[in-house]
């Protein structure tokens, strides 16, 4: 430390001043590993929870995660209710749009609440997707997977809508609850309920 | 931009979003640093998310993007 008072007298608080400073630095410096340290790899992380199963729906999530993970990003998928179907094998290349409930729909709420409507809308959704060469669910679900997506099954609902383990895509992640999922989101650097 | 030798092509065309930024990943995963990856998509929206995601992403840096009549074709080179 540096000397640089001429005045005696004002030694002592100037040479104090600096050594709280340089301890405070100090302080500072450990903290900031510790945060650091605290940061494991770096790597960023993005935690979604699905909880929709409509054919519209089931989208977002898997693009989403499939991109984020194109970033680098480790993404976690945590399904719950309806959006457990989006990883039930079967179920997830059967999923429906609605006819009711969007105003966008070319129908009126009345007509669409008609019997075969949902498979209508569903069918002319599913032709537009195979037109224009957007990726099937089970696409995404298997280019996510490939690329390290963590897909999780909240056991809960397994339990409530009485799947099976077996039922899922291979690579799902079961036996999982909320807990879980809040830890994810703690985690990560994007969190989001689709 | 700099002088690069294309070491391997990747075709999406025909394939949408996300599919042309998912497979760039996958296709650069299995190369090596200094390696150059020519990218050949039909999805208009591949010149923002392709120039987004080398941005963003670690490892990977835009070379050249060109806009043909309906081909666009992007070079990316892994840095790591």
Known sequence: MSADTTDGAEVAPDELDRAELAARVDELEARLADVEADDDDGQPKMSIIATKGTLDMAYPPLILASTAAAFGYEVTVFHTFWGLDILHEERSKELKLSSVGNPNMPVPNVIGALPGMDRMTTKMMEKRIADNDTATIEELIETSLDMGVEFQACQMTIDLMDYDEADFYDGVTTGVGAATAIQDMADADIQLLV | MTDYEVTETLDVK????????????????SLDAGDALEVLATDPGSVSDLGGWAETTPGVELIDQQEGADVYTHYVRVTE
């Open chain 2, 14 to 29: 025909g394939q949408n979003c996300p599919m042309p930024v998912v497979k760039t990943k996958q296709s650069v995963d």
